[in-house]
């Protein structure tokens, strides 16, 4: 999979694909994450990206052209599967649609700041709009880093095992089950026995139980989905 970041803030991006998991992405050649300053695609003189917004109106609007621009740029060298633009207002991300995103090739990924960024290129460039929860980050950088570690460390071979991700939280709209390591008696604070058992059949059915009382007291509202 290969994924286009597009930012006016470049440098907040480096450091989320640069540790573990997406490390690890970029370096068995499962994912291509790019970067890109949109700022380079200003054709002002001043270099800027932004500007005043027709009709008034408090804050700076990112421009059309320099995204556009830096959008046909990546176009007119591979098809793109999807435009999406991170955004408050778009559609909500959950494991899902992680799941059915993770399945394509090619994306761009536009980060908006300011007040937000010109009408027109939501209108006729963007093809979809991500949200990654209800509140308001200062931008989109944030969110595309999260969205693109959700997606990411579900393609084949990223994870080293690769039955982790299908047990994550909400693969199978239930909440993992509490998992433990050594030592298996802290303080007093104990392991619960059946765990050290050894007893296989035991153990699964007691984590799928754990599993369906979690989902059951934290997410009712998934459970009776
Ligand atoms: N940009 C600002 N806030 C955001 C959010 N909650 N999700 C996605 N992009 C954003």
Same mark, same amino acid.
């Given at each position: 999979m290969?994924?286009d970041?597009? !930012? $006016?803030?470049?440098?907040l991006? $480096?450091?989320p694909f640069?540790?573990?998991?997406l490390?690890?992405a970029?370096?068995?050649g499962?994912?291509?994450i790019?970067?890109h &300053?949109?700022?380079?695609f200003?054709? &002002?003189?001043h270099?800027?990206?932004?500007?005043?917004?027709?009709? /008034?109106g408090?804050?700076?609007?990112?421009?059309?052209?320099?995204?556009?621009?830096?959008m046909?740029?990546?176009?007119s060298?591979?098809?793109?599967d999807?435009?999406?633009y991170m955004?408050?207002d /778009?559609?909500?991300?959950?494991q899902?649609m992680?799941n059915?995103?993770?399945m394509?090739?090619?994306v761009?990924?536009?980060? /908006?700041?300011?007040?937000?960024?010109?009408?027109?290129?939501?209108?006729?460039?963007?093809?979809?709009?991500?949200?990654?929860?209800?509140?308001?980050?200062?931008?989109g950088?944030l969110?595309?880093?999260?969205f693109?570690d !959700?997606?990411?460390r579900?393609?084949p071979?990223?994870l080293n095992?690769e039955?982790?991700a299908?047990?994550?939280?909400?693969?199978?709209?239930?909440?993992?089950?509490p998992?433990? !390591?050594?030592p298996?008696?802290f303080? /007093?604070?104990?392991?619960?026995?059946?765990?050290?058992s050894? &007893?296989t059949?035991?153990?699964?059915?007691?984590k799928?139980?754990?599993s $369906?009382?979690?989902t059951?007291?934290?997410?009712?509202?998934?459970?009776k989905?």
């Amino acid at each position: 999979m290969r994924i286009d970041i597009l !930012t $006016v803030l470049p440098d907040l991006l $480096v450091s989320p694909f640069s540790h573990s998991i997406l490390k690890r992405a970029k370096e068995k050649g499962v994912a291509e994450i790019y970067v890109h &300053n949109i700022r380079d695609f200003a054709t &002002n003189k001043h270099k800027s990206v932004d500007d005043y917004a027709f009709g /008034g109106g408090a804050g700076m609007v990112m421009m059309i052209e320099p995204i556009v621009l830096c959008m046909e740029h990546l176009q007119s060298q591979r098809k793109y599967d999807e435009i999406i633009y991170m955004s408050p207002d /778009g559609e909500l991300l959950d494991q899902k649609m992680a799941n059915s995103l993770s399945m394509l090739k090619n994306v761009i990924i536009l980060c /908006g700041h300011y007040k937000g960024i010109d009408e027109r290129i939501r209108r006729h460039f963007i093809t979809r709009e991500i949200s990654i929860g209800n509140y308001v980050l200062s931008g989109g950088e944030l969110a595309a880093a999260v969205f693109v570690d !959700t997606v990411i460390r579900l393609l084949p071979g990223v994870l080293n095992d690769e039955t982790s991700a299908l047990s994550d939280s909400f693969q199978d709209d239930l909440i993992a089950p509490p998992v433990y !390591t050594r030592p298996a008696d802290f303080r /007093g604070l104990k392991v619960p026995d059946l765990l050290i058992s050894g &007893n296989t059949p035991e153990i699964e059915k007691w984590k799928h139980e754990q599993s $369906v009382e979690r989902t059951k007291k934290r997410r009712p509202g998934m459970f009776k989905e």
